[in-house]
């Protein structure tokens, strides 16, 4: 009897030992597997998203830097060839160095297609000058000019503003500030604007949109600079600030002295530097974990080599 109870006893073990998880031990799993899960898409949708706000950044300074690169360039170039190098007479009347806009002989040079008078007009917001940036032999007017939302120039409405370029060969018996530009390049999305007065950075114009909800206006008054930033500043040969507001052109002797480096001016025009504040576009530049639209800033500094003059 012992025996056939033992019996019953190994076989109800056996039995119990082959049995498969309860349900509560499959819950407990399925509520594990699921917390590990989550953990994992979550840092996936992270990582995506980090990378996508790292790219836009990328982009962005890959199209900034090649703007950059080409107005630094042009400038240095800007001035090339002079009027040392073109000997040629007006009326019986040498050209003088360097041309500028002030008297009838100086008027003559600075509009002959064969001499570039270097920087022309130089503001916050705008450049012109004249140079063989090909390196053809011909001389070219080129202009860089910051454009506001509407197309204001100069800007006076909303950013972002976009930077447009023109390139031509300059066109003989007109003036350089009287070229004809033909805008075929733009760097868009640029949001500083600013036109010092005093010293102080200032007056930079509101930036317009939003995303998911927020202006961009609001967000960004927190950090000033990103709009009231000047895009161009210029500074002398002893690396002091030159103010350019108002703006600087070769109509007066004044203005000539600083831009084109006279003998005769104890404050010459040297460097120009290029500053942007890129923002990302509306659409694909948004950062998904932030909900804002990323800004890059870029500079780049052109020393001017042949804005050196004599005999003026």
């Not at 082959?18 to 979550?42: D, K, P, R, W």
């Not at 200032?202 to 998911?212: D, R, T």
Request: charged content about 15%; overall charge negative; proline content about 4%.
């Amino acid at each position: 009897m012992s025996k056939i109870d033992t019996g019953v006893q190994q076989s109800g073990r056996s039995a119990a030992s082959q049995a498969g998880f309860s349900l509560l031990e499959m819950i407990f799993v399925v509520a594990i597997l699921t917390i590990v899960m989550a953990a994992v898409f979550s840092g996936v949708n992270t990582a995506i998203q980090r990378s996508q706000a790292e790219q836009v950044k990328v982009d962005l300074v890959q199209e900034g830097r090649e703007f950059i690169d080409e107005f630094e360039r042009d400038l240095h170039q800007a001035g090339y060839p002079n009027c040392h190098m073109i000997q040629a007479n007006v009326s019986g009347t040498n050209y003088t160095c360097p041309a500028d806009l002030v008297t009838t002989a100086d008027t003559n040079e600075a509009e002959s297609s064969s001499v570039a008078v270097g920087i022309a007009y130089l503001s916050n917001t705008k450049v012109i000058f004249e140079g063989d940036v090909d390196g053809n032999g011909t001389v070219d007017s080129v202009q860089y000019a910051l454009v506001d939302s509407a197309g204001n120039d100069p800007p006076t409405g909303t950013c972002p503003c976009y930077i447009k370029r023109s390139q031509i060969a300059k066109l003989n018996a007109i003036s350089p500030l009287s070229q004809t530009p033909q805008w075929t390049q733009e760097l868009q999305n640029v949001v500083n604007s600013g036109s010092p007065t005093s010293g102080a950075y200032g007056n930079g114009l509101s930036i317009a949109g939003s995303s998911f909800g927020q202006t961009n206006t609001a967000y960004y008054a927190a950090v000033t600079s990103f709009k009231d930033y000047p895009v161009f500043q210029a500074y002398d040969q002893n690396g002091n600030i030159i103010a350019l507001n108002p703006a600087l052109d070769i109509t007066t002797s004044a203005n000539a002295n600083i831009l084109n480096c006279a003998p005769s001016s104890t404050t010459c025009l040297k460097t120009i530097r290029i500053s942007i504040n890129l923002l990302g576009d509306a659409t694909t530049g948004v950062d998904m974990q932030t909900n804002v639209r990323p800004v890059i800033t870029l500079m780049g500094d052109a020393r001017l080599v042949n804005n050196v003059g004599n005999n003026y």
